[in-house]
């Protein structure tokens, strides 16, 4: 008997040892495929680093527990054993066409799936392409925002927010954009609009017993690029 771990590996007891032991397959995955290129996970570094993140996610008090907890675990558990490696795949020497590719773009909602398991890859992609763009030091944003638990842990907008506050709270506030812009491109919240503005301000004049006087009314913001009307 075991417990699971993740999403491809469980801890079993076998003859008094602990070790690492494929997760069986799911079903629509050929079993054949799968069986010609399943090796021990315990000689596989990225699957280590993936399970030791779990275990770290935990001690932080960011819980597994079903739904987008689940897959959120699952992403920040690929994320990290990526970095381990330096590889954005998890699983190459262990489950070979089963292993998962964190540079491989999905996006919500065309690759969104009942699977946590599966959907938890548009998430990791967005954290992946982060790191590639604004290095190591956004492991520790990413560690800052699970012990935030990812704000509501609602949805992976409330956890990008999280993410964002983490940046914030550890002076990377100007990180932001970039950030946005990753995980916009994987469908999760929006880029902000970095369009230029030219900022006119309105004045009305106001006359009162002949004595002029000036108000400042709103401001119209109109985009720097927009045709002449």
């Not at 799936?113 to 763009?133: E, K, M, N, T, V």
């Amino acid at each position: 008997m075991g417990r699971y771990l993740g999403g491809l590996a469980r801890e079993v007891d076998v003859e008094g040892e602990r070790r690492l032991e494929a997760r069986p397959l799911r079903r629509g995955q050929a079993r054949g495929e799968a069986e010609s290129t399943l090796r021990s996970l315990a000689h596989d570094a990225s699957i280590i680093a993936h399970e030791r993140a779990h275990v770290s996610l935990y001690l932080l008090g960011f819980p597994a527990d079903g739904g987008i907890r689940l897959a959120l675990h699952e992403a920040c558990a690929d994320y990290f054993g990526s970095v381990y490696t330096g590889s954005p795949v998890i699983g190459r020497y262990s489950v070979g066409a089963l292993s998962r590719d964190l540079s491989v773009l999905r996006r919500q909602p065309e690759h969104r799936s009942g699977d946590p398991y599966d959907h938890s890859l548009i998430f990791s992609g967005a954290l992946y392409d982060c790191r590639q763009a604004l290095g190591a030091g956004f492991d520790a944003v990413v560690l800052h925002a699970a012990k935030l638990r990812f704000g509501s842990g609602r949805d992976y907008e409330s956890a990008l927010e999280a993410i964002v506050s983490a940046a914030s709270g550890l002076g990377r506030g100007s990180w932001e954009a970039e950030i946005r812009r990753h995980f916009a491109r994987h469908g999760i919240g929006a880029e902000e609009n970095t369009t230029p503005v030219i900022e006119v301000a309105l004045k009305l004049k106001a006359e009162d017993n002949f004595d002029r006087r000036e108000v400042t009314g709103s401001t119209i913001r109109i985009p720097a690029d927009a045709e002449a009307f």
